[in-house]
């Protein structure tokens, strides 16, 4: 059974709207649920997340050793997606019924199964529930500082909210994650102008994230402008002198950059 987007969207904000805070108590609704999570070592790159079903109790588990210790952005967004196995009927009935076996989930943002979509979907509005994520930027200008701001009020990671931002935001935002060199994925909201990448993996060179990648810098964090030509593919003539805002996250040769214009 297919459910639609709207459903899922609508059950996680009346869950996370049942509770007075910004920052979703995940723990209050385990607890209330009766579910039993656990948060042990299971080892690094085998998975973030499992929900199983077992002798009529639903029980969570956590691996530690990927970093999704209780309460970190990380372990929160992990314990949000398993919550969606739980809450979504059509995965809780497959998991009661035997249909959908318990299945490792991992957490790189960029899932394709349409089961894992559906729980990270679920976990972004039971995070971010929408009218208290638009409200905390509400006549802000998106900039990396109402990132870091909105991550802090809401204790996700900057991957999490800049998706958000990028659904639900102000201001359209394209995010580009990078790995030694290659673009791995991106991701960018519907009304941002320009959706090509100048080249399909390999990075722009005249970037941020290519200058990292290519020696020229090692900082962690840094914003600069750049021309869009350096970055997008099938630039309008009237363009051709358009500047672009980035904002890279680099470590240990990986980036997330983010694009804005002005």
Not at 64 to 73: D, H, L
Not at 228 to 257: G, P, Q, R, W
Request: charged share 25%; with cysteine.
């Amino acid at each position: 059974m297919i459910i639609e987007n709207d459903q899922i969207k609508s059950f996680a904000e009346e869950i996370a709207m049942e509770y007075p805070e910004s920052e979703t108590n995940l723990e209050r609704i385990v607890s209330e649920e009766g579910l039993q999570v656990f948060y042990d070592r299971y080892g690094l790159n085998t998975f973030d997340g499992m929900t199983m079903y077992d002798k009529n109790k639903f029980f969570i588990h956590i691996n530690t050793t990927q970093g999704n210790k209780p309460k970190t952005p990380r372990g929160r967004f992990t314990l949000a997606h398993e919550l969606g196995h739980y809450y979504i009927d059509s995965h809780r009935i497959g998991l009661k019924e035997g249909i959908l076996a318990p299945h490792p989930s991992t957490l790189n943002y960029k899932h394709f199964s349409r089961i894992e979509r559906e729980a990270d979907y679920f976990a972004s509005n039971l995070l971010m529930p929408e009218s208290r994520f638009q409200e905390a930027f509400y006549r802000k200008k998106f900039s990396p500082d109402l990132l870091d701001h909105l991550c802090i009020k809401f204790n996700v990671s900057r991957t999490a909210c800049a998706f958000r931002f990028a659904d639900i935001g102000n201001h359209p935002i394209m995010i580009v994650y990078s790995e030694n060199n290659t673009v791995i994925w991106k991701y960018s909201s519907k009304d941002f102008k320009y959706k090509f990448l100048l080249y399909e993996k390999r990075v722009p060179e005249n970037t941020v994230m290519g200058e990292y990648f290519n020696g020229k810098h090692n900082e962690t964090y840094k914003t600069e402008k750049i021309w869009a030509v350096d970055l997008f593919n099938y630039i309008a003539d009237e363009d051709l002198n358009l500047n672009v805002n980035e904002y890279c996250i680099a470590y240990k040769n990986k980036t997330l950059s983010l694009f804005w214009f002005v």
